[in-house]
C-alpha cells in the first residue's frame, strides 16, 4: 500500500486561508461603502444646512408700532394740508420759497422748530424709499404702504422745487437765529422765512448728493405707479448728482450759518450713496465705476465700520452695494470693480460682527465716558474698534448723547436689511471672529433695538411718543406744546416751552432723542438733547419696525 498524499490536507488548508482573505475584504470594502455613503450624506446635509428663520405671520406689537411711527410725517407736514388727521395742525408756510419766486411749501420741519434743513429732509426721504423698496410687500400687509407713499411724496415735490436748475439747490428754509428765538406754532408764524442755496459759487456736493439719491430711490417706489413722476425725480437726480460731482465743497463751509445745527464732516459718502442709488435706479455701470474703480480705494474706507446716520452714510452705502453681491446682479460686471464690490460687502459684514459680538459696557478712559465726540450734537462717528459703541445693561447699542436712538435703529435698520440679503440668498452664516453667526441673530439683534425703544427698558419708557402708557410728555416741539387757538407770538410763546404742564397736543409717532448712558430719560421740555424727535429718527424707526411686522423674502431686484 502507498504511503497516504499529503496534497489534499494542504489543499484545503488554502483554501479556508483564501476564504478568510475574502471575507476580510469583503467586511472592509463594506464599511468603506459606508463610511463613504455616510460622508455624502453628511456633506450633502452640510450643503443645505438648517438654520433658524422667523415664525410667519403678523407681529401685532410691531404692526401698531409702524400704524404710530408713521403719523409722525403728518405732525411734521408744511404746506396746504391734505386728508389732514392730526387735528391740532392747519396749513403753514405757504409763503414758503415766495422770496426766490419758488413754491417751497411743502416738505417736513426738522424737529420741534419750525425750519425746514434740506440735507437731514432729503435723508429722511431716502431711508423711507429704501424702507418702501424692501418691506413695501408688509407694509402693504398691515395698510400702511400707501401712508408712507404719500410721505415720501410729499418732500419729493418739495425737493422737485428746490431744484429749479441743474446747478443751484435750495437747502433751508427759515432762519435758524430767528426761529430759536421764538417758540409758536407753525399755523401762526409771521417770521421772515428767507431761502438759502448751494450753488456751483457755494457748492455742497454732500446736500447735492443726499437729494440725488433720495430723488434716485423715490423714483424706484414710484415706478410702477406713476411713469412720468419717476422719470422727473430720476433726472433730477442726475442732474443734482452731476452738480455734486464737478463742484465739491462741503455746503457747512459755504454756507457757515448751518454749521450750528447740522454741520457735514464731508461729502465723500454722499457721492458714494448717491452713485449707488442712482445704480439701482438706471442700471448704468458708470455708477457701479464710480463706487469702485475710479473712487472706491479713495473714498470708501473698506475694512473701517463707522455709524449709520444723517451724516455718515457709508455703512448704509456698503450694505445697499452688498445687494449687487448677494443677488448676483452684478453677473456683468468686470472682475476688477465685482472685487471692488466684495470689499463693500466685506466692510457691511465687519459692522455686522461688531454689532453681534460684545462690546465694551459703560467703559470709561480717564474719568470720561468714551464716545463719538461726546458732546457734540453733530459729531462725526469713530471708526475705531475699541470706540465704536457701547451696550447699555438694558440692550441699547449707545454710540453719542445727542439723538442717542438714531444710532440705535438706525443700525439696527441695517442688520435687519443685511439679515434678509442672507435668507433672500440663502446665505446660511457669517464668520465673526472665530463663530458662525445665522442671519436670525443679526433679526433678533434688530428686534432687540426696536423693544428698547418700545419700553422694553430698565425706565419702563417707550420713546415712540403714543405707543403704549408710559411715553414722554414733554416733547420737546413747539407745536406740540402750545394748545390750540392760542394767540402767541414769537417772544410770548416761551410761557409754554417752561410750563409744568404735560403738552397739550401729541406729537403721535415721534421719536425723542432717547436715554443716557446710563439707560436714563428725563422727560423735560427744555431737555432738547433727549426730548427732541426728529423725522430722521421717524425714517429709521419705520424702516425698523417695517422689516419686523413679518417676514419674507425681499425683492432681489428694485426694477
Known amino acids: 500500500m502507498e504511503p497516504k498524499s499529503t496534497k489534499s490536507t494542504f489543499d484545503s488548508e ?33 450643503k443645505a444646512p438648517r438654520i433658524r428663520r422667523p415664525p410667519g405671520g ?14 409722525f410725517f403728518d405732525v411734521q407736514k408744511s404746506g396746504k394740508l391734505e386728508n389732514n388727521q392730526i387735528k391740532w395742525r392747519g396749513d403753514s408756510g ?166 450750528d445745527y447740522y454741520n457735514s464732516s464731508g461729502f465723500v459718502d454722499e457721492l458714494l ?77 465687519a459692522l455686522m460682527c461688531t454689532i453681534l459680538l460684545p462690546p465694551p459696557t459703560n467703559k470709561k478712559t480717564n474719568g470720561k465716558f468714551q464716545s463719538s465726540n461726546s458732546g457734540s450734537k453733530m459729531a462725526k462717528q469713530l471708526t475705531n474698534r475699541d470706540q465704536i459703541g457701547y451696550l447699555f445693561a438694558g440692550g441699547l447699542i449707545w454710540v453719542n448723547e445727542w439723538d442717542s436712538l438714531q444710532y440705535a435703529i438706525g443700525n439696527a435698520f441695517l442688520s435687519l436689511v443685511f439679515s434678509d440679503y442672507m435668507f433672500t440668498s440663502e446665505t446660511p452664516y457669517l464668520y465673526c471672529n472665530g463663530k ?21 427698558n430698565p425706565m419702563n419708557m417707550s420713546y415712540l411718543v403714543g405707543y403704549g402708557f408710559n411715553y414722554p410728555r414733554y416733547v420737546h416741539h413747539r407745536g406740540a406744546s402750545i394748545p390750540i387757538g392760542s394767540n402767541t407770538t414769537c417772544e410770548d410763546g416761551f410761557k409754554w416751552l417752561n410750563s409744568t404742564e404735560p403738552n397739550p397736543n401729541l406729537a403721535i409717532g415721534a421719536v425723542v432723542g432717547g436715554p443716557f448712558l446710563n439707560d436714563t430719560y428725563i422727560d423735560s421740555r427744555n431737555n432738547s438733547m433727549q426730548a427732541e424727535p426728529t423725522t430722521y429718527n421717524s425714517a429709521f424707526f419705520v424702516g425698523l419696525v417695517s422689516g419686523l411686522v413679518t417676514s419674507s423674502s425681499v425683492a432681489r431686484s428694485f426694477t
Not at 403678523?58 to 403719523?71: F, G, M, P
Not at 473701517?304 to 456698503?318: E, H, Y
Not at 458662525?436 to 422694553?456: C, H, I, K, S
Request: hydrophobic share 40%; with cysteine.
Open 94 to 259: 405757504l409763503k414758503d420759497g415766495q422770496d426766490e419766486n419758488l413754491d417751497l411749501s411743502k416738505g417736513l420741519y426738522d424737529a420741534g422748530d419750525l425750519m425746514k434743513f434740506g440735507f437731514p429732509m432729503a435723508f429722511t426721504a431716502t431711508v423711507l424709499a429704501w424702507s418702501i423698496l424692501e418691506y413695501g410687500q408688509h407694509m402693504r400687509a398691515v395698510n400702511e404702504l400707501k401712508h408712507a407713499q404719500e410721505s415720501l411724496k410729499w418732500i419729493t415735490d418739495y425737493l422737485i422745487n428746490a431744484h429749479p436748475s441743474d446747478n443751484v439747490l435750495y437747502i433751508q428754509v427759515g432762519d435758524p437765529e430767528i426761529d430759536h428765538k421764538c417758540w409758536e406754532r407753525p399755523e401762526t408764524s409771521t417770521e421772515k422765512r428767507p431761502t438759502i442755496q448751494v450753488n456751483a459759487s457755494y457748492p455742497g456736493s454732500d446736500v447735492a448728493s443726499e437729494t440725488a439719491a433720495a430723488m434716485a430711490a423715490a423714483s424706484l417706489v414710484f415706478k410702477n405707479q406713476d411713469a412720468d413722476y419717476s422719470k422727473l425725480l430720476l433726472d433730477h437726480a442726475q442732474k443734482l448728482f452731476e452738480f455734486a460731482n464737478s463742484y465739491s465743497g462741503v455746503y457747512s463751509k459755504s454756507i457757515p450759518v448751518i454749521q
Open 273 to 349: 450713496w448717491a452713485a449707488s442709488w442712482l445704480y439701482h435706479a438706471t442700471g448704468d455701470r458708470y455708477y457701479i465705476s464710480y463706487v469702485t474703480v475710479m473712487h472706491g480705494n479713495a473714498f470708501a474706507n473698506w475694512g473701517n465700520p463707522t455709524w449709520f446716520s444723517w451724516d455718515d452714510k457709508l455703512a448704509g452705502t456698503q450694505v445697499l452695494l452688498s445687494r449687487v453681491n448677494f443677488f448676483g446682479t452684478g453677473a456683468n460686471i468686470p472682475i476688477e470693480e465685482n472685487m471692488n464690490l466684495q470689499m463693500y460687502r466685506r466692510t457691511a459684514e
Open 58 to 71: 403678523v407681529a401685532h406689537k410691531y404692526s401698531d408700532a409702524l400704524r404710530i411711527s408713521t403719523q
Open 14 to 46: 488554502e483554501w479556508q486561508w483564501w476564504l478568510l482573505v475574502a471575507v476580510i475584504a469583503v467586511l472592509v470594502i463594506g464599511a468603506a461603502s459606508f463610511t463613504i455613503w455616510n460622508n455624502f450624506h453628511e456633506l450633502d446635509r452640510h
Open 436 to 456: 458662525l453667526y445665522e442671519p436670525m441673530d443679526l433679526r433678533e439683534f434688530a428686534a432687540t433695538q426696536a423693544d428698547y425703544v418700545m419700553g422694553n
